[in-house]
């Protein structure tokens, strides 16, 4: 039997994720009800210390959903990747690499560009858009990434927001484009 400090604390996250729901777009919500429906979000899951912002969040649910409902191969997108180059360290919000992708499931012969690596950016107005600055400092990070061999998707907090399952689909649809080129 749960203690009552157990039970204040479980009381206190489903008010936490009821006033996220709530505050959400209705096509977070509809995302949000699918996933709970079909028994694809876990709370553990919204506490990933490695997921740094409500937009991450709600990306990477409706990538991992879009894979299931829509039948594809899962895709297994990294958080807060550390990455050095040009002697900066930038963590990128989501990270794929093909060459890394053979290790934990394979494609078989549909894999041609073993060498794309992919950079995911969910972009929340407060930290990337608010000033010229953020928007000079995210302009030098994508530069340095392509640099280091990323192609960089970077998705806007009103397009996750509005949307969330178009930028799962068009991530996803970019991913399996850029492994089957030669």
Not at 21 to 41: A, D, E, G, T, Y
Not at 89 to 108: C, Q, S, V
Not at 157 to 177: F, M, R, V
């Amino acid at each position: 039997m749960a203690s009552e400090k157990e039970t204040f604390l479980n009381y206190k996250d489903t008010e936490l994720y009821l006033e996220l729901f709530l505050n959400s777009p209705k096509k977070v919500q509809q995302l949000l009800m699918l996933s709970l429906v079909n028994n694809h979000l876990y709370p553990e899951f919204w506490n990933d210390e490695n997921i740094k912002s409500p937009i991450e969040q709600i990306f990477i649910t409706a990538f991992e959903l879009y894979c299931r409902l829509e039948n594809k191969k899962s895709i297994f997108l990294f958080p807060q990747k550390e990455i050095n180059c040009n002697n900066k360290r930038y963590y990128i919000d989501f990270e794929f690499e093909a060459d890394d992708y053979l290790t934990y499931l394979t494609f078989g012969e549909e894999i041609k560009n073993n060498k794309f690596k992919l950079a995911i950016e969910c972009d929340g107005y407060e930290f990337h858009q608010k000033s010229k600055k953020q928007i000079q400092n995210d302009n030098e990070r994508e530069y340095d990434l392509k640099i280091a061999g990323y192609d960089v998707l970077r998705f806007s907090g009103t397009q996750i927001y509005n949307d969330p399952l178009k930028c799962a689909k068009d991530t996803y649809d970019y991913i399996i484009q850029k492994i089957k080129e030669e």
